[in-house]
């Protein structure tokens, strides 16, 4: 088993910047797909953006330019850098890891953006 643990949300003002992180431990081998997804009220989960071992990355297209995924394979970390925050940004914000054909999840971190 992985567990992940989730922080940095919180409620922001429109155009400004939050930062998440997940840590991920347990029965690590080889992660070789991390990732943020959201969740709105009355929305599906839907995909923010993903980073491979490798590096390669990739984003929704309504985040491209104002959010980036980084992540840390020694200490097994991801983030995600959101800038240019808007309210259409409020979700519940979830870390993904992708070991060996399962995924695994965080419990998720509530970001709003409202003024």
């Known amino acids: 088993q992985v567990q992940l643990v989730e922080s940095g949300g919180g409620l922001v003002q429109p155009g400004g910047s939050l930062r998440l992180s997940c840590a991920a431990s347990?029965?690590?081998?080889?992660?070789?797909?991390m990732g943020w997804y959201r969740q709105a009220p009355g929305k599906q989960r839907e995909l923010v953006a993903s980073?491979?071992?490798?590096?390669?990355?990739h984003y929704a297209d309504s985040v491209k330019g104002r959010f980036t995924i980084s992540r840390d394979n020694a200490k097994n970390t991801v983030a995600l850098q959101m800038n240019s925050l808007k309210p259409e940004d409020t979700a519940v914000y979830y870390c993904?890891?992708?070991?060996?054909?399962?995924?695994?999840w965080g419990q998720g971190t509530q970001v709003t953006v409202s003024s």
């Open positions: 980073i491979l071992s490798g590096g390669n990355t």
């Open positions: 347990g029965s690590i081998f080889s992660i070789y797909l």
């Open positions: 993904m890891v992708g070991q060996r054909a399962v995924q695994y």
